[in-house]
């Protein structure tokens, strides 16, 4: 692929070992998964949340760009004998069809582009569970660009179309050596 994001992430990549945390907003949360299914990691990395879905027992696809990300989660996850299918792809409305996952997971990935198409593509009942960036940061982490970090409360209306379960927006509010400040939190429910 000759693309100067997927060349960028995989020049980042090359010199990553392995997946680091899952997303908070997951692996705080692991008891909304249902039992069995299909997930999706979406622009996953090196697949710390794909990895994760797959040990709770679902059947899981990890999306990114970076080709060189995906043949590392592949090879961790065959090792694991883990049932993830890495998919090497530029991300766009194209990527999705209807009703194909129980669970999307994204985190710190913003393409305001594509959220309707993320909910198509979740099955009825079907949670996503979402973390990135907010533009209110008290830390000096994540990208500068503010197209790749969200308004206040800007998950709760790209997503409106889903039941609300969780939210998480700690922002500047009271003791800010403590909470979560950089990163808005959000699962939601197709109905
Ligand atoms: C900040 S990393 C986050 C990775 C992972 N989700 C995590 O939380 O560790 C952003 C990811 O988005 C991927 N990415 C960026 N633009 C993309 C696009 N247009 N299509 C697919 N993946 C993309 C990058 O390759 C990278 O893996």
């Known amino acids: 692929m000759n693309n100067p994001v997927a060349d960028k992430w995989n020049r ?5 070992s392995a997946a680091s945390n899952p997303a908070a907003v997951l692996s705080e949360n692991l008891f909304l998964l249902p039992q069995t ?14 990895l994760l879905l797959a040990k709770q027992g679902l059947t899981t ?11 590392k989660l ?7 004998a883990l049932a993830i299918k890495t998919f090497t792809r530029e991300i766009s409305t194209q ?8 669970v999307i997971v994204v985190s710190r990935f913003l393409d305001r582009s594509i959220c309707d198409a ?9 949670l996503l569970f979402y973390q990135t960036y907010t533009q209110h940061k008290k830390i000096e982490l994540g990208p500068k660009n503010p197209r790749f ?6 998950l709760l209306s790209l997503f ?32």
Request: glycine share 8%.
């Open 74 to 80: 592949q090879q961790q996850a065959d090792a694991e």
């Open 61 to 71: 696809q990890a999306w990114d760009i970076s080709a060189v990300a995906l043949f």
């Open 118 to 126: 993320i909910m198509v593509c979740l099955k009825m009942g079907g």
């Open 160 to 191: 409106s179309l889903l039941k609300l379960v969780y939210y998480r927006e700690n922002s500047a509010i009271g003791e800010i050596q403590q909470g979560l400040r950089n990163e808005a939190l959000f699962i939601g429910q197709k109905v």
């Open 12 to 16: 980042i990549y090359a010199s990553a």
């Open 37 to 50: 299914g299909t997930a999706l990691d979406l622009a996953s990395g090196l697949g710390a949340n794909a």
């Open 149 to 154: 970090l969200l308004a206040e409360n800007e």
């Open 95 to 102: 990527s999705f069809s209807p009703n194909c996952f129980d």
